[in-house]
């Protein structure tokens, strides 16, 4: 993975690991092996590695994708597709990062929050 820290984050699914099913926990987690069904980890951060396939409806708190995930993404905070990702599917986010060469295909919802411009903050021309 591109970013040492988010391979050592919370317990890790390797590449042999296939799980058809529900996933859900307490705590972050990283897959870098395929998953099919539900991954439910609302108060926490998911990191699908480069190897990883995930066919599956995602709720998070904030998603790092560096592999494949067909399938809805819904995370709190934020979204972080990087360069060797691949997202197909709807992904609703407070805020969403793509990295140049990652491929995005279906419907994004980023609903972070608008701060309005004081007039302060506006020069006059």
Same mark, same amino acid.
Do not use: W, Y
């Given at each position: 993975m591109e970013?040492?820290? *988010?391979? =050592?984050?919370?317990?890790?699914?390797g590449r042999s690991v296939s799980v058809k099913g529900e %996933?859900?926990?307490? @705590? *972050?987690?990283?897959?870098?092996?395929?998953?099919? $069904?539900?991954i439910d980890l609302p108060d926490h951060v998911l990191t699908?590695?480069?190897?990883? =396939?995930?066919?599956? *409806?995602?709720?998070?708190?904030?998603? =790092? %994708?560096f592999g494949t995930v067909i399938g809805s993404i819904a995370a709190r905070e934020k979204v972080d597709v990087r360069k060797t990702g691949s997202v197909e599917g709807q992904i609703v986010c407070a805020r969403l990062v793509v990295q140049e $060469?990652?491929?995005?295909? $279906?419907?994004?919802?980023?609903? $972070? @929050?608008?701060?309005?411009?004081r007039p302060a903050d506006v020069k006059a021309a």
């Amino acid at each position: 993975m591109e970013n040492q820290e *988010d391979s =050592t984050r919370g317990p890790h699914f390797g590449r042999s690991v296939s799980v058809k099913g529900e %996933i859900s926990g307490s @705590e *972050d987690l990283v897959i870098d092996g395929q998953v099919e $069904g539900r991954i439910d980890l609302p108060d926490h951060v998911l990191t699908v590695g480069p190897n990883a =396939t995930i066919v599956a *409806d995602v709720s998070v708190r904030a998603a =790092t %994708i560096f592999g494949t995930v067909i399938g809805s993404i819904a995370a709190r905070e934020k979204v972080d597709v990087r360069k060797t990702g691949s997202v197909e599917g709807q992904i609703v986010c407070a805020r969403l990062v793509v990295q140049e $060469g990652a491929v995005l295909n $279906g419907q994004v919802d980023a609903k $972070g @929050e608008r701060q309005a411009a004081r007039p302060a903050d506006v020069k006059a021309a």
